[in-house]
């Protein structure tokens, strides 16, 4: 059975903080992707890679970094975080795609 | 014009009853069409695959119409734990490469009453 975890379920930040989130899947899939979800706007792809130390932006890009150094473990960055970044982040993995259990960020 | 639109709901119907729900895309260089299911506060899971042929897996039929950019999601005999936010998907273009996106509409909201 197919497996993603995100390492937080609830996590909150201040304003300006570098934050964090990490996402590992168990089996060995090439695609990994970020996704964020607001009320009314649905899922929104962020990033995505393909393979090791490879990386595509998404749509929403903008305040977003992403770090893939081994195939199963593919991190979002936040590199100052600021309240328009309060949301629920998804990872998920293959093709269609499998989703971990997300992130609810809170930024104060 | 949204890539992918739903009607958001909430549809409200009784337990055995038949719901269908629909859903339009933009993009007619679409190839892969999907059906994700969302419980509250939970993450979407994949329901089903949409095939030009039209599938069915047990109370879920889903059709696919290329000519008019249509997805459609016929749930029979509602049960209560049917209730969920039923998310439309389409990838952006031709499958494989960096058009290998999927784009989610924003749901449609079931609740199944006793």
């Known amino acids: ?108 | 014009r949204k890539e992918v639109e739903q009607d958001p709901g909430p549809f409200n119907v009784p337990e055995g009853a038949t719901v269908a729900f629909n859903c339009t895309y933009s993009n007619s260089a679409s190839q892969s069409f999907f059906w994700y299911r969302q419980d509250c506060r939970k993450e979407p899971k994949l329901l089903m695959s949409v095939y030009s042929s039209g599938n069915e897996d047990g109370r879920f039929t889903a059709q696919l119409n290329r000519a008019s950019q249509y997805i459609s999601l016929l749930i029979r005999d509602s049960k209560l734990s049917d209730s969920a936010t039923y998310l439309c998907v389409v990838n952006r273009g031709n499958y494989g490469g960096a058009t290998n996106k999927l784009i989610f509409g924003t749901g449609t909201l079931l609740a199944v009453q006793p």
């Open chain 1, 1 to 108: 059975d197919v497996k993603v975890t995100q390492s937080s379920r609830y996590l909150v930040k201040r304003t300006g903080e570098k934050v964090f989130l990490e996402c590992v899947q168990d089996m060995d899939h090439e695609n990994m992707f970020w996704y964020r979800q607001d009320p009314g706007l649905g899922l929104r792809l962020i990033y995505f890679s393909y393979d090791v130390k490879m990386k595509e932006k998404g749509d929403i890009p903008e305040g977003y970094s992403v770090s893939r150094e081994k195939k199963e473990r593919f991190s979002l960055i936040l590199e100052s975080a600021s309240t328009n970044q309060t949301s629920m982040y998804l990872c998920a993995s293959r093709w269609p795609q499998y989703f971990g259990p997300g992130t609810r960020l809170t930024v104060l």
